[in-house]
């Protein structure tokens, strides 16, 4: 009774502060941990810039020269840091410039937080001045999308998009919000942030009779294979992994976005998977006798024709996602979880093995590779330098310990395959949309996300000119990235298809280029262009002690191919070494 | 005929959600992406307050909708789907017709039309009469033919909706979900007090 009378008598604490959407958006922001957004401000976001003036001390707003290499931009402080990347856009054509980083935020499972302004509620539908349906038009590019058009709105919503952006496998989130909601005062009861949504299940529930069943298949496996995939790095199950492994001694191999998850050097890991992989990995996908992918979707690059893709196999298929599982390949042992969960509890009921005959015939592979492929291309004779060669040289000089960020195209397979990566989140790349021009603004991203690590960028001289006005972003923060142009002069990838199924028709890949160093040079970044091996060392050492971005242009050998290849319509036993 | 066209039938999609704005586009977008057609679509409210019943029926394999449902299930505003074939579900479709009062009084016997297709006249004016009927595709097919020569003047079929014969409705699966997943205690920021000190502007 006396605390009945009590609590009657006291006032009630008040915490409701009366604020403007805008900033309620922003305090939502700093409660969500996030230290940096990527953005470009127009007419419809102005309430919210207006706001940010305010929020320097605590909020780094990184002004980029396009929407689009903002959201690369977020994407590649996201896959560096582990946090969510966040993005600023106006309307209109603001918003419409974010759907390629969008796509490619899905498909590589990225999370990113994009913030849109939209005109005026009351202007929707009416074709005003830079509305466009941004929610519908991202609808198909999205994990989840919401349009704000009261300030109200704002605390909920950005909780749910945080946790919808980051949980389970995570995803590119927009929220599209009306000026009015932006300006519009409302009571601010505080940010509280979202763990729960009733329709939402982030993470199925593990079925320990599959995990009992994977390790029964997995301890009477002659020939088992490791596949893995992004999974482990998006889950944080580096270590969980590198004890199943290492436990089960059984031979594993990678996806493009799952490189680094284990060192390159680790005795058990035998290379690259897919089109451009290696030799071994994707000839004896089709001898194993049990295949067990982790965290991985069996793409098509991976798996190459999928009516001949493992049929000898018994697949066990530990995803996040229950939408992968048998969505391409037809699994025996479905094993639904995070893997940070479901590795562990495998681990515990597996054999201690060494595989060792088995591990024997990847090496053996790998053996046939390095002396048909591998060797010439990282010590070539021909006069003119070779892509693999700068990337062995760059590995010697970085140990491993540097972020490698690429485009996409013959560069970033070459790359893939033979950069050295001793730490986790260090391969970052657009494997799943393949975008060209995704390398500079995400190496801009990845270095705020990873300030204490080097980032260097490998970009083609085709993906360059796609989105080079970043390079303006670069000089105006300061922020130190390298960048290595691999110029061939052409559009390598496509010329290389041309070459090999298309009786070297070369439509249109022949492409010019401007004088990327003295192109660097009015954005103030110092660079060199070099097309002597007996330079490249010095360069490489020059461009990696320079305090600060530096541009190397490297002129390397025009009509060189990308291989081992699985030609499209192949088998992943039909690999070509060449 | 390719294997594939002989394994399709019709599929009946159930699909509970939430109320959300947007979402029956996210959900079209998931047929249409993948160029399959929805031959009927319906939504309504469900028995529990504040979610929604989508019915939903195409014709594929059942691999394929297998698949579609997962995906269809991975929308975060999606409780649950379910697929069913004909067999499984009790399906209906309401339908109306428009017929001239006059033709339909002076050839017709309207008594026995009503009788012998399960219709029931809903409006009769001067000038048209509407009658309803309810059943599956070729009940309420059979009088659109019979009323055809009599100058139909307009008629229009709902969607589908289906109860699937062995659910126990979607009441106890939700309170299962919740049960499974309860939200984590919800933790409110630091700065609810520090009104003053946060908010600078």
């Known amino acids: 009774m006396e605390v009945a009378q009590e609590t009657l008598t006291t006032p009630a604490p008040t915490t409701a502060v009366e604020v403007s959407g805008s900033v309620a958006l922003l305090e939502a922001l700093i409660v969500e941990g996030v230290d940096t957004i990527f953005g470009y401000p127009g007419g419809a976001i102005m309430p919210i810039y207006d706001a940010l003036f305010d929020y320097n001390d605590k909020l780094n707003h990184i002004l980029v020269r396009h929407e689009q290499g903002g959201i690369h931009a977020g994407q590649g402080y996201a896959r560096t840091s582990g946090k969510v990347g966040v993005v600023f856009a106006t309307s209109g054509p603001g918003a419409t410039n974010l759907v390629t980083g969008l796509a490619d935020a899905q498909i590589d499972s990225t999370p990113v937080v994009c913030i849109t302004g939209q005109v005026f509620a009351h202007l929707l539908g009416t074709d005003a001045f830079q509305e466009t349906d941004v929610i519908n038009i991202t609808t198909p590019v999205t994990k989840w999308n919401y349009q704000v058009t009261d300030a109200n709105e704002i605390p909920e919503v950005i909780a749910k998009a945080f946790y919808i952006a980051k949980s ?25 942030q979202c763990n729960h949504i009733r329709s939402y299940r982030p993470k199925p529930i593990v079925r320990t009779q599959y995990i009992q069943e994977a390790a029964e298949l997995i301890n009477q496996a002659k020939k088992p294979f490791i596949i893995w995939g992004q999974g482990v790095i998006l889950g944080s199950a580096e270590q969980e992994f590198k004890a199943f492994v290492e436990k089960s001694g059984i031979p594993a191999a990678w996806t493009v976005l799952g490189a680094g998850a284990i060192p390159t050097e680790h005795p058990l890991n035998v290379g690259m998977l897919g089109m451009h992989g290696n030799y071994g990995p994707n000839v004896l996908t089709n001898e194993c006798d049990v295949l067990i992918a982790i965290g991985m979707r069996f793409d098509d690059r991976v798996t190459g024709r999928l009516d001949k893709y493992a049929k000898q196999a018994k697949v066990v298929h530990l995803d996040i996602d229950p ?35 088995w591990l024997n015939t990847f090496n053996e592979y790998t053996q046939k590779e390095v002396e048909a492929v591998i060797h010439d291309e990282l010590n070539p004779t021909t006069p003119e330098m070779t892509m693999g060669e700068v990337i062995k040289q760059l590995n010697e000089i970085t140990k491993g310990e540097a972020v490698i960020v690429t485009d996409v195209g013959q560069h970033q397979m070459v790359a893939c395959r033979y950069a050295k990566f001793n730490k986790t989140r260090s391969n970052v790349t657009s494997g799943g949309l393949g975008t060209m021009g995704f390398a500079l603004p995400a190496a801009i991203g990845a270095k705020f996300g990873a300030q204490d690590r080097a980032v260097v960028a490998i970009i083609g001289d085709g993906g360059f000119q796609m989105t080079l006005q ?17 110029n061939n002069r052409f559009l390598g ?32 970044i110092p660079g060199k262009r070099i097309d002597d091996r007996a330079e490249l060392p010095a360069a490489l050492n020059e461009m990696l002690s320079n305090k600060g971005s530096f541009l190397l242009e490297v002129m390397v050998t025009k009509e060189n191919n990308v291989f081992p290849m699985v030609p499209q319509g192949c088998s992943v036993a039909e690999i070509r070494l060449k | 005929m390719s294997n594939q066209d002989i394994e399709k039938q019709e599929f009946n999609i159930t699909v509970y959600t939430e109320n959300q704005i947007g979402l029956l586009s996210r959900i079209a977008i998931i047929f249409s992406r993948r160029k399959i057609n929805i031959e009927s679509l319906n939504t309504s409210p469900s028995e529990i307050d504040k979610i929604h019943r989508f019915n939903i029926v195409i014709t594929e394999s059942e691999e394929v909708v297998r698949k579609l449902v997962r995906q269809i299930e991975k929308q975060v505003e999606v409780l649950k789907a379910y697929y069913h074939t004909n067999e499984d579900v009790i399906w209906q479709e309401l339908a109306l017709y428009k017929v001239s009062t006059d033709v339909i009084a002076e050839k017709v016997s309207v008594e026995r039309l009503l009788r012998e297709n399960g219709a029931r006249a809903v409006v009769i004016r001067k000038d048209y009469t509407v009658f309803e009927t309810t059943g599956h595709r070729e009940e309420t097919d059979n009088l659109i033919s019979i009323l055809q020569p009599y100058g139909l003047i307009e008629f229009v079929r709902s969607a589908r909706v289906a109860i699937i014969k062995d659910s126990d409705g979607f009441n106890r699966k939700l309170r299962e979900f919740e049960r499974l997943e309860p939200g984590e205690e919800v933790i409110e920021n630091e700065y609810l007090n520090q009104g003053e000190k946060v908010f600078t502007m």
């Open chain 1, 168 to 192: 389970g496998r995570p995803g590119p989130v927009l929220i599209d919000i009306t000026k009015n909601a932006q300006i519009q005062k409302f009571n601010f009861e505080g940010y509280t």
């Open chain 1, 323 to 357: 939408a992968e599982i048998d969505k391409n390949v037809k699994s025996t042992v479905p094993v639904w979880g995070d893997c940070k969960e479901t590795l562990p509890m495998l681990t515990k009921l597996i054999d201690e093995k060494k595989h060792t005959e």
């Open chain 1, 470 to 486: 970043e390079l303006g972003t670069i000089m105006q923060t300061g922020i130190d990235v390298k960048i290595i142009i691999l």
């Open chain 1, 493 to 524: 990838m496509v010329r290389q298809w041309q070459e090999l199924f298309n009786e070297r028709r070369y439509s249109f890949v022949d492409i010019q280029s401007p004088d990327f160093v003295r192109l660097a040079s009015a954005y103030n």
